[in-house]
């Protein structure tokens, strides 16, 4: 993929999203999310599965990212349940083993964590779907590190780009990478009508200050 695809990237994921609905836009009439969190946006990026263009995309620019950046990359681990499928195509694309690693190690059986073979010292690459605050994945790509392989980056469909997360990343020594990404969506979202200039305040609000957002 060329620097000009890679950078164009971000808004021709955004816009796939956007008109499958994996990813919806409400400023004036905010979700709720399991947290109790109002939102203006919610994100479920579990829709790309049925949709072969668009999940073809985003394992292209998972590929993409991996060759340019992570070229000795030696196995590909999908985050439950998210990246799961994505992690997968991928790996085929590669030609790459391919790995899951559970939030938690199962209680019965083996007793395992990280799904797959792998060896100590195996250079990591870890896909998820959606980064928000960033514990999950930051938990799954310690629990690999832990398990003796190094991890050379978490890479996801789409962020919120919250600071606490990137700085929860920064924290752990461990590069995270996007392929589209909150303010991507929202240029997207404008140009196509989805939501209007005028909401873009609220928008860009709620990411500097979500726990106050609604209130």
Same mark, same amino acid.
């Given at each position: 993929m060329s620097k000009e695809l890679l950078e164009q990237l971000p808004y021709d994921i955004a816009k796939g999203l956007l008109e499958i #609905?994996? /990813?919806?836009?409400?400023?004036? @009439?905010?979700?709720?999310?399991? =947290?109790?969190?109002? =939102?203006?946006?919610?994100? @479920?990026?579990?829709l790309t599965m049925s949709y072969p263009a668009i999940r073809d995309s985003i394992a292209e620019g998972f590929a993409a990212i991996i060759r340019e950046s992570y070229p000795d990359c030696e196995a590909v681990a999908g985050i439950a349940t998210g990246g799961i499928p994505h992690a997968a195509w991928v790996a085929?694309? +590669?030609?790459?083993?391919? +790995?899951? /690693?559970? @939030? $938690?190690?199962?209680? &019965?059986? $083996?007793? #395992?964590?990280?799904?797959? &073979?792998?060896?100590?010292?195996? $250079? *990591? *690459? +870890?896909i998820e779907d959606l980064i928000s605050t960033g514990g999950s994945s930051l938990k799954a790509a310690v629990a690999v590190r832990e398990a003796?392989?190094? /991890?050379?980056?978490? *890479?996801?469909?789409?962020?919120?780009?919250?600071a606490h997360a990137i700085e929860a990343f920064?924290?752990? #020594?461990?590069p995270l990478t996007t392929? =589209? #990404?909150? =303010?991507?969506?929202? @240029?997207?979202?404008? $140009?196509?009508g989805a939501v209007q200039s005028s909401d873009v305040a609220v928008l860009q609000a709620w990411r500097e200050n979500p726990q106050s957002f609604g209130a």
């Open positions: #609905n994996a /990813v919806a836009l409400r400023p004036n @009439d905010p979700f709720t999310w399991t =947290s109790g969190m109002k =939102s203006p946006i919610y994100c @479920d990026n579990r085929q694309k +590669l030609n790459l083993p391919m +790995l899951y /690693v559970r @939030d $938690k190690a199962k209680g &019965h059986g $083996k007793t #395992n964590q990280i799904e797959g &073979h792998f060896t100590p010292g195996q $250079k *990591v *690459v +870890l003796g392989c190094e /991890v050379q980056a978490v *890479v996801a469909i789409f962020t919120y780009q919250f920064e924290a752990e #020594n461990i392929l =589209s #990404n909150y =303010s991507a969506l929202i @240029d997207v979202a404008v $140009k196509n």
